[in-house]
């Protein structure tokens, strides 16, 4: 991979003459542990027919494919979930047969894949379809040749859009496809017992389903998490690119992940079990061109995974719809893959997220726009902060980090983009390297200067981020 070291030692002295600074101060309550984030938290989400093999006979999930293996490898993507509206609509879809079920498990032993969540077909327009018979025959080879892989089986995907389930023989509403889902899974436990589900994997922003799908089933023992779909800035159709980018960085966005904690994550856990994102992005109907697609979705997408992960959210898998623009993971002009620059926002996440969050104190007198997160795990904590602050004004920061005389060594990573700002689309580093889907990624930690017993300082460019990681033994 490319090295960018040089680079971003001139962009921080450009960051820093150019820039007005603004002081901020992190105290971190090193004696408190907060969530366990997951190993497998980050995670993609693929359409069923992208596990079908194309007219030549290939498949897109395969061992062999060394671009996609490294490019998973290289981001540290731990989790699939294979499912969306493919798994049943159109009616006409192929279901996956054994070839294509053993081409995606080498595929995911083969890039480092801890989880899959694996969705079976729900939409029955006939009952002489006998899907519930053909899903239970597929649970049964899944289990008997990769259960180690396999997290837990779905049914279905958003079972309330009508749009695809007026075609259903029997759902309606919530309690028909309740009574429907119940067999579906009852044939599949039939067949291996053990088996457990994730749902119900309802559109955005339909939470009662999602709620009253963890309440009825809460106390069946065959729950492995609550799944919901979540879109944050809804479908995105006709905004202009500078607004999207306004929209992603905003603080309202925040304001409206804790709406929706409130009203679907604190009930779900309150039912003794665990949520996550199956579906989740900045924009559904593909996402905004110019936005979606550029370095602010980086920043983005590493304060959605921090924020839910404070949450205590079980996991995030980020759409990938063979081929839009708000993908992690996309074909460059001539059909090779790469990264979007939002993959670079995962990656850093997946650097400072090993471990268990801790309660960070931000004073910010200037107002700058701007989060912080730390986790803490192996000996290190690791403080992840984001300057979303940009445009005309935009202004860089000087943080202090407090971390109660614990300190001993402090490195750190940036997060930049050296083209357009937020607006770029190439151009990006994190720790100074690109990452390519042609080799390892390069990225290197650079040491802090020492600062007293107990602090250190970073300053932090307008439109980036950085992870300080601080050995404490």
Known sequence: ??????????????????????????????????????????????GMRALLADKAGAHFFSATNAPLVTLFQNVGIRHLRMGGTTVESPVTTAIPDKTDIDSFFGFVQAAGVKQVIYSLRLLQTNSAQQYPATNAAIAKYIWSHYQPLLE???????????????????????????????????AITNAVPAAKFAGPDAGSGNINWTVNFAKAQKDSGIIKEITEHYYAGGKGRDVEPGQGIETMLSPDWIKSYKNLYDKMGAPVLSYGLPFRFTEANDHYSGGIPGASDTFAGALWALDFLHWWAAHDARGVDFHNTQWVVSDVITPDEKGRLKINPKGYGLKAFDLASHGSMMPVTISNPDGVNLTAYAVRGAGNIFVT????????????????????????????MFLISHEGGVAAKTGVSLGGATIGSDGPWLGKWTPLAPDKAGQCVVKVAAASAAIVKITTK
Not at 1 to 29: E, F, N, W
Not at 392 to 410: F, K, Y
């Open 1 to 46: 991979m490319k090295i960018l070291s040089h680079l971003i030692c001139a962009g921080c002295l450009l960051a820093g003459s150019i820039q007005a600074q603004s002081p901020v101060t992190l105290t971190i309550d090193a004696k408190v542990a907060g969530a366990a984030i997951p190993d497998d938290f980050i995670g993609l989400s693929f």
């Open 385 to 412: 902060i984001i300057n979303k602050d940009h445009g005309t004004g935009a202004r860089a920061v000087d943080v202090t980090i407090a971390t109660n005389g614990i300190s001993q060594r402090a490195e750190t």
């Open 152 to 186: 837990c089986f779905a049914l279905g995907n958003e079972p309330d859009l009508q749009r695809v389930f007026f075609q259903d023989e029997i759902i309606r509403n919530f309690t028909t496809y309740l009574n429907q889902w119940r067999k579906f899974a009852a």
